[in-house]
């Protein structure tokens, strides 16, 4: 799974370029998992963490969370930041092939992650395959490029680079309500339900949001640092006249389908 992996400089710059977002994002994720203390929870896709250290928190000392993710540099940051903590352990694992053990889990998280496996069904029923009986199993992802946070810039991209457009517009593809829950269904996820949060987010200037972006931060930030130069002013550009910008401070909108499902 090429497309998931992100290398040392695209994981240093994660938290800052959407972790921001990420964290609105994690109390009806949590809320759509059903946590109690003394669950056991794989967060998959981990990232930096920041979904796993919520869950631990939730399941307390008597519960476990495995924190994991497909990127050996992203599993390095979630153990630098959540190493301390007694109730989590870490695993580099592909969402597509795990590595661990049949219905060992009362809940698998996948946060803004399914949208970049390369066969999100084969993810789905390795995550209800870890899942025990009565376990749910919850993602979110990307609605439309207009409600995205930085993954409309791929959409961009694509505009400049015809080759990228097919791309881009998968990893839109599962924020349609009828298409996630066709996958869920296909792999035996009972119960399924979906909701929907908008989120309001306030950046002090267009520099600032597309900063992370131009350091190469997140499977975007090394898209977009592989372009060439004339390419790269053209899409930053572009995207600095659809975030609106006339100098000052500038809100995205965003909007972030949740699924979940009961094995």
Known sequence: MPELQFHESAAAGYDRAVGHMTRQLIPPLLRAARLA???RVLDIATGTGIAAEAAAKVVGPSGHVVAADISPAMVERARERLGGLPNVSFSVEDGQRLTLVDESFDAVLCNMGLMYFPDPARGLAEFRR????????????????ERSLISRVLVIIGRHI?????????LFSLGEEERIRTLFEAVGLADMETATETLHIEFPSFDAYFGGVEQGAGNVGQEYMALPEHVRRAVREEARRDA????????????VRFASGRR
């Not at 870890?130 to 490029?145: D, F, I, K, M, Q």
């Not at 015809?162 to 998968?170: D, L, M, N, V, Y």
């Open 162 to 170: 015809p080759s990228k457009a097919a791309e881009a517009a998968r």
């Open 244 to 255: 609106g910008d006339v100098g000052g401070p500038i809100q995205i909108e965003v909007t």
């Open 130 to 145: 870890v899942l025990r009986p009565g376990g749910r199993a919850v993602v979110s992802n990307n609605t439309t490029p």
């Open 37 to 39: 203390p003394g669950m």
